[in-house]
């Protein structure tokens, strides 16, 4: 199974301002997901990064505000740009692995963003 | 995309058994289920992933039937440290589409002593 970390595991940023998200794996994966989760709700997608290639972003999300870099198999970023109170969230990364027969998910521990 | 539809909240006690039913009345041919759970402040982790019939783990056990329109993940003996969010989900590729997640509302568990 996949181990995977983050940094920073939380920030408190002022409006305006950006921050890059960082996701480390500890064995070589092809796809990563960057996931958004809001106060008491669930989990939303905001993109898969592939190695080699642009991500790709899921609806209602763009690159100029989450552009999200993918320099080799085992590490990607997120950064949240020009941040507002509506962007305080809890932001995840995952990867996909096949275990015991199964296409399980992996997710890091979260960073826990506020913004202010 | 299959949607799926849960209870939002269940509470149990513990020693019981727990069934938290999933309905997914659009589920391709193709599609798997697979169950996750997460506690506050942490990612969801993989519970149990299943295509027909039963399947059983360490933790849990997923029945579907023939139809596969509903699943229901049984967690036998809950402890207080299985209260938590469970997610049903439906997807090609074993729930997941290209490696994709999409994520409903959830089942708030929450288990008594």
């Known amino acids: 199974s996949a181990v995977i970390s983050q940094k920073p595991s939380r920030d408190i940023c002022q409006r305006g301002t950006s921050l890059t998200i960082q996701c480390q794996v500890d064995?070589?994966?092809?796809?990563m997901f960057w996931y958004r989760q809001q106060p008491g709700q669930s989990l939303t997608l905001i993109a898969t990064?592939?190695?080699?290639?642009?991500?790709?972003?899921e609806s209602g999300f763009v690159i100029d505000k989450f552009p999200i870099s993918r320099p080799n198999l085992t590490f990607s970023t997120l950064t949240v740009s020009n941040m507002s109170p509506e962007d305080s969230s809890i932001y995840l990364c995952?990867?996909?692995?096949?275990?015991?027969?199964?296409?399980?998910?992996?997710f890091g521990p979260g960073t826990r963003l506020t913004v202010t | 995309l299959a949607k799926t539809t849960q209870p939002i909240s269940m509470d149990s006690y513990e020693g019981q058994e727990v069934n938290i039913t999933c309905s997914h009345n659009?589920?391709?041919?193709?599609?798997?289920i697979t169950w996750y759970q997460q506690f506050p402040s942490q990612g969801p982790r993989f519970i149990i992933q299943?295509?027909?019939t039963k399947v059983t783990n360490e933790v849990a056990s997923l029945f579907i039937p023939a139809d596969r329109k509903s699943s229901t993940l049984s967690l036998p003996r809950v402890s207080l440290s299985d209260t938590a969010v469970y997610y049903c989900?439906?997807?090609?590729?074993?729930?997941?589409?290209?490696?994709?997640?999409?994520f409903g509302r959830g089942t708030q568990l929450t288990v008594w002593p």
């Open positions: 995952s990867v996909e692995d096949r275990d015991r027969g199964n296409y399980e998910q992996y």
């Open positions: 659009n589920i391709a041919t193709n599609d798997y």
């Open positions: 299943g295509y027909k």
């Open positions: 990064a592939n190695q080699g290639s642009e991500a790709t972003y």
């Open positions: 064995s070589q994966v092809t796809m």
């Open positions: 989900l439906v997807g090609e590729g074993r729930g997941s589409t290209l490696g994709r997640l999409y």
